[in-house]
């Protein structure tokens, strides 16, 4: 195992639910991130995958101080990123950076490229005209753009290369930990492969880890060394991305796959169907959070599977796996 970089323990976000329109007695909670633990290894990339809603996006934006969790911790480097200020603020803020799904969102239209490219360095470093100018250019070729581009405004750039300006700017600081949202489901799916593309060769030559959140199993086959699949706030099933692939065994995960990627004839099994919505996450079932969906559920469905390593690195929490119940 390579050494990790950044440790996430049993993080949580719950969010109160009050009485009323405008507020009042809290009712209840919901419980976009309950639990969650995971390990993100130095130049590796870890996967989270999961339907919209299942809480990803509320992870990642709680690894990037976004959010103030409710319970756990998020460590970087042994520190607790929750808890810096001052000079460990800034350390963080230039080892960890994000690019988000929409690269119009992203970008000031205002802004020319080389001062968006520029901008977390200049906010982070003391640095020299001379030094931003060279850094913004050295950077603006290792996502493939040329260094005059830099004159140039968003929109007079495609769709993939504004995502490139996006990643530009997040590189710049040689950041430890690149959070990648989506990173490429608002492009065309030609320009896709080419992102994805970009980003494994940057990965190999600049040693960046990254954090995917995706949807797109394709994409995360190609692009992650580790997988973990969330349901409802939790993760259900991690491990390497050839066990989750190739030995999927949680219900949700072999249905999540079933319904997304083409099985190879030879590999065909009995297809798991995931039946009907996901639940409410103001009334989520109690016990097992999937068995009001799952093709397998048992009775001892009603208490909360425990995780369990069903090989090294693999970690499935279902009853089916529990060895009582298996
Ligand atoms: Fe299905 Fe039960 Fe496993 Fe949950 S614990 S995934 S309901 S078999």
Redesign the pocket.
Known sequence: MAEPLMVVESLSKHYPVSEGQYGGRTVGYVKAVDGVSFTIEKGRTLALVGESGCGKTTTARLVLRLRTPTGGTVKLEERDVHQLSGADLKWFRTSVQAVFQDPWASLSPRMRVRDIVAEPLVANHRVSKDEVRERVGVTLEKVGMQRWQGDLYPHEFSGGQRQRVALASALITEPRLLVLDEPVSALDVSVQAQVMNLLKDLQAELGTAFLLISHDLATVRYVADHVAVMYMGSI?ESGSVDQIFETPR???TRGLFDAALPTHPRNRTEKLEIKGEMPSPLNPPTG?R??TR?P???S??ETV?ETIEVAQGHRVA???FTPEWS
């Open positions: 259900v949680h219900p949700y097992c999937f068995r799952c397998q559920v048992m001892i469905c599977p279902c009853h089916l």
